[in-house]
């Protein structure tokens, strides 16, 4: 997905699409993150639905081995972990990194999420649970840790695997930690409340 014709997306995007023929490039009606995630969920006619961001911060050697947990093992959700055991994060800032350690691993132990990187925006998902979905998010990356916390309420099946995330290697990052904040926290305090209220 690219917003426009000058869009730094396309220089990391093209010369994969140029060795790849099944990859595609395609226009989103709609500018940012979260419209053309939705765009891709729509146009996909697979079973399984890979998000990721096309820099090549995550390590897709990994989408393999994903993949066979998906068809194989039947998870609707395969989430790559940088803080599992065999994991790590070299990207973003100190801050970046410790909020969304922060987040992933208190989702894990205090809300019961089987996974510990919920912030990460690359994962892979059943195609029926993303169609189910009412995307509320309207900005920024924030709409992965949407979706994971609706579909741990929703009890799709979770795995992670760890993954090493490296330091870009093309375009540059439009991650807005002050703008988006409130929006990762609002999903953040859903998922706590929906925790401790249906506990009781």
């Known amino acids: 997905m690219y ?5 730094s997306t396309l220089r990391s995007a093209m010369p994969i699409a140029e060795k790849d023929k099944r990859v595609i490039l395609i226009l989103n009606p709609n500018r940012g993150v979260v419209e053309a995630i939705k765009t891709g969920i729509k146009h996909t006619v697979s079973e399984a639905v890979m998000m990721t961001a096309i820099d090549l ?7 393999d081995a994903m993949a066979e947990l998906f068809y194989e093992k039947k998870y609707a959700v395969v989430s790559p972990s940088r803080y599992m055991i065999g994991g ?27 996974i510990t990187d919920a912030t990460n925006g690359s994962k892979l998902f059943r195609k029926s649970f993303l169609d189910s979905l009412n995307i509320e998010s309207t900005v920024g990356w924030s709409v992965a840790l949407e979706i994971i916390v609706k579909a741990h309420i929703a009890g799709e099946s979770m795995i992670e695997i760890p993954t090493v995330q490296r330091k ?21 305090i859903f998922a706590i409340k929906h925790r401790f209220l249906n506990s009781t």
């Not at 917003?3 to 869009?7: G, Q, R, S, V």
């Not at 911060?57 to 989408?63: F, H, N, R, S, T």
């Not at 790590?88 to 089987?114: C, D, I, N, W």
């Not at 290697?169 to 953040?188: A, D, M, N, T, V």
């Open 3 to 7: 917003d426009f014709p000058e869009d």
């Open 168 to 188: 870009r290697k093309f375009g540059e990052s439009k991650f807005q930690i002050l703008k988006w904040l409130p929006h990762y926290l609002r999903w953040y």
């Open 57 to 63: 911060l995550d390590d897709i050697k990994k989408i």
């Open 88 to 114: 790590e994060r070299h990207a973003g800032t100190f801050l970046q990194k410790s909020l969304s350690r922060l987040a992933g691993v208190s989702l894990h132990y205090f809300v019961g999420m089987p």
